[in-house]
């Protein structure tokens, strides 16, 4: 089955400890996105990656850092700078920036405490 | 920045149409309508999208008026595994374009 994939689902933090959000996606697609949602709101853009070993800002990158050494790997990183990290994060992925149908992971909902 | 403009909440009874409406007055000719829903925890699935002439597919109809300010997302049997929050989006089709606002949403509930 190809997919997108999201771990852990629930994954709790103390305050002040970075925290590495996984993202996986078997689709070949070129683009992978970082999103955060926090209750009763829409998603806002972490960062996007177009491209292997390469990614953008998004909207709110202030606080968080991303990798993407693989075509299908792109984990985001939680760091301490980041004042309200717990929210709900969504991974997303599509063919390339000229195709717009994005496929989501489940989503990873961090806690910290 | 939002773009559209969409009621908080809807009800539909089971088994009748559902029409979700958007307005997006300040939409200029290469943005494209989407649509997305999002079922309660999980990641958004992607629905239909549109430039100008009406579309439909497995999942949805979507109709967009002649000047193109406003559409409205047919969902034309509503089951309860439609309640979700719908989002419609507008962007451009164009490579750099990557950002999907995706605002509050309709949220639908579909009643038995």
């Known amino acids: 089955d190809g997919g997108i994939t999201q771990s852990p689902k629930y994954l709790f933090r103390k305050e002040g400890q970075n925290v590495t959000l996984s993202c996986e996606q078997n689709?070949?697609?070129?683009?992978m996105y970082w999103y955060r949602q926090d209750p009763g709101q829409g998603l806002r853009l972490i960062y996007y990656s177009q491209i292997v070993n390469d990614f953008q800002k998004g909207d709110i990158a202030e606080g968080y850092s991303v990798s993407r050494e693989k075509k299908e790997s792109f984990p985001l990183t939680v760091t301490s700078a980041q004042k309200n990290p717990t929210a709900f994060y969504l991974c997303?992925?599509?063919?390339?920036?000229?195709?717009?149908?994005?496929?989501f992971g489940p989503g990873t909902r961090l806690t910290v405490l | 920045d939002a773009k559209t403009t969409q009621p908080p909440s809807m009800d539909c009874a089971e088994g009748r149409a559902a029409n979700l409406p958007c307005n997006h007055s300040t939409i200029s000719g290469n943005e494209y309508v989407y649509w997305y829903r999002q079922i309660h925890s999980q990641g958004p699935q992607y629905i239909i999208h549109g430039l100008k002439n009406n579309e439909t597919n497995e999942m949805a109809s979507l109709i967009i008026t002649e000047d193109r300010k406003s559409s409205t997302l047919i969902l034309p049997h509503a089951t309860l595994r439609d309640t979700a929050v719908y989002y419609c989006i507008v962007r451009p089709d164009q490579t750099g374009a990557n950002n999907l606002f995706f605002g509050t949403g309709t949220r639908l509930t579909v009643i038995p």
């Open positions: 997303a992925s599509s063919l390339g920036d000229a195709y717009n149908e994005q496929f």
């Open positions: 689709l070949n697609h070129d683009a």
